[in-house]
C-alpha cells in the first residue's frame, strides 16, 4: 500500500496540496472502413496494404492547414505526398511542433 501511494500520490505547496499521478492512458481510435476517402489509386493501394497488416489508416486527416495524405494515428506516422515547392525541412518541423513528435514520411510518386 505504500509503494502504491508513493508512485500515485504527490504532495505540493498549494493548494489542493496532494495531487493524484495519472495512469497513461492509450489512445482510442475508432475504426472505420475509410477507403471511399482516398482520391488516387496510389492512396488506395496504400491504405489496402496498411489494412491487410492490421493497420488502421485515417486517409486526408488534417492537421492545422496541412491535409496529411495518409496517417496512422496511434504511432504518430503521417504519409504525405511530394508537391514541387514545397520545403520537406520545413514541413516536418512545423508537423512536429503543431502534432506533437509526429514522424512523416514523404512519399515521392
Given at each position: 500500500?505504500?509503494k502504491?501511494i ?6 505540493i505547496?498549494?493548494f489542493?496540496?496532494?495531487k493524484?499521478?495519472?495512469a ?7 475504426v472505420?472502413?475509410?477507403e ?5 489509386d ?6 489496402q ?7 488502421y489508416?485515417?486517409p486526408h486527416?488534417?492537421?492545422n ?14 504519409l504525405i505526398?511530394?508537391h514541387?515547392?514545397v520545403?520537406?525541412?520545413?514541413l516536418?518541423?512545423?508537423l512536429?511542433?503543431?502534432?506533437g ?5 514523404i512519399?515521392n510518386t
Open positions: 500500500m505504500l502504491f508513493k508512485r500515485n500520490v504527490r504532495i505547496k498549494s489542493p496540496f496532494i493524484f499521478n495519472r497513461f492512458q492509450p489512445s482510442l481510435v475508432i472505420e472502413d475509410l471511399h476517402i482516398c482520391r488516387t496510389v492512396e488506395i493501394l496504400l491504405y496494404k496498411l489494412r491487410r497488416h492490421m493497420y489508416p485515417t486527416y488534417r492537421v492547414h496541412i491535409v496529411v495524405n495518409i496517417a496512422l494515428i496511434p504511432f504518430r506516422v503521417a505526398e511530394q514541387n515547392g520545403d520537406e525541412k520545413q516536418k518541423k512545423y512536429n511542433r503543431k502534432a513528435r509526429l514522424f512523416s514520411i512519399l
